[in-house]
C-alpha cells in the first residue's frame, strides 16, 4: 500500500516563499505520476502541478504559472513543490496525489493515492 506523506507546510508572508515536499512510500516511485492540489476553505480541490514518471511531462495551473515549479529525485523518492512570491490566495490545505497513469491529470478522480495533506498560509 502507497503512502505519501507531505511536509514543509507553514505560514509565509505574501511575496515570500515555500518549498512542498511529497515522500512515496511503499510502490515503485519511479513509475509513479505525482501531482499536488490544493483545496482552501469553502471551495472545490484543485490541480496545482503535476510531474510524470516519464521524463520531462508535467503541467502546471494557469493561476501559479511561473510562480510554482515541480520537481523529483526518484532516488529520495520524493516529489517537490517549489513555490514563490505567494499570494492570499495561495492559502489552502496542499495534498499530492500518485496514479501509475503516465499523463499529468488535472481531474481528482484520476490519482488513487493521497496523502493527508500540508496547510499553507499566506499572511501578513
Known amino acids: 500500500q502507497v503512502q505519501l506523506v507531505e511536509s514543509g507546510g507553514g505560514s509565509v508572508q505574501p511575496g515570500g516563499s515555500m518549498k512542498l515536499s511529497c515522500e512515496v512510500r511503499?510502490?515503485?516511485?519511479?513509475?509513479?505520476?505525482v501531482a499536488w492540489f490544493r483545496q482552501a476553505t469553502s471551495k472545490e480541490r484543485e490541480f496545482v502541478a503535476g510531474?510524470?514518471?516519464?521524463?520531462?511531462?508535467?503541467a502546471y495551473t494557469d493561476s501559479m504559472m511561473g510562480r510554482i515549479t515541480i520537481s523529483r529525485d526518484n532516488a529520495k523518492n520524493t516529489v517537490y513543490l517549489q513555490m514563490i512570491n505567494l499570494k492570499h490566495e495561495d492559502t489552502a490545505v496542499y495534498y499530492c496525489?500518485?496514479?501509475?497513469?503516465?499523463?499529468?491529470?488535472?481531474?481528482?478522480?484520476?490519482?488513487?493515492?493521497w496523502g493527508q495533506g500540508a496547510e499553507v498560509t499566506v499572511s501578513s
Open positions: 496525489a500518485a496514479t501509475e497513469i503516465v499523463a499529468v491529470h488535472q481531474t481528482a478522480a484520476r490519482y488513487d493515492s
Open positions: 511503499g510502490r515503485t516511485f519511479s513509475s509513479l505520476t
Open positions: 510531474i510524470s514518471w516519464f521524463p520531462g511531462r508535467h
